[in-house]
């Protein structure tokens, strides 16, 4: 079983910044490193959108909407995955969750962004960013 909670949302203007950490935890988690994790975000009404993934070896993806304003990252010491959000616009207003799975289950064994929801078992249980 894996545990993922996510922290560090909140309010900030237009061209701001914020960081997001989700932190990973559970005996499945810690006996097996070979994770794809990703966030998404959720506005009401709409589907989760893929934002950025980051497979076991490091390698990371983004959607096109973010690309060049966002970075993930993660520390495997801290079993921590990280969303660094930069020139953040209003239209990134939504919930933002974390969400694990390992690799070879997601996306056919590609860890990308673009991956649905749906190959994911594992989310936490999002945090709210607003940009106005």
């Known amino acids: 079983h894996v545990q993922l909670v996510e922290s560090g949302g909140g309010s900030v203007q237009a061209g701001g910044t914020l960081g997001l950490s989700c932190a990973a935890s559970?005996?499945?988690?810690?006996?097996?490193?070979?994770?794809?994790m990703a966030w998404f975000r959720q506005t009401l009404g709409t589907e989760r959108e893929g934002v950025a993934a980051?497979?076991?070896?490091?390698?990371?993806s983004y959607a096109d909407s973010v690309k060049g304003r966002f970075t993930i990252s993660k520390d495997n010491a801290k079993n921590t995955l990280y969303l660094q959000m930069k020139s953040l616009k209003p239209e990134d207003t939504a919930m933002y969750y974390c969400?694990?799975?390992?690799?070879?289950?997601?996306?056919?064994?590609?860890?990308?962004?673009?991956?649905?929801?749906?190959?994911?078992?594992?989310w936490g249980q999002g945090t709210q960013v607003t940009v106005s």
């Open positions: 969400a694990a799975e390992p690799d070879i289950a997601v996306g056919g064994g590609y860890c990308y962004a673009t991956v649905k929801g749906n190959d994911y078992n594992y």
């Open positions: 559970g005996s499945t988690y810690a006996r097996d490193r070979g994770y794809c």
């Open positions: 980051i497979d076991s070896d490091g390698s990371t």
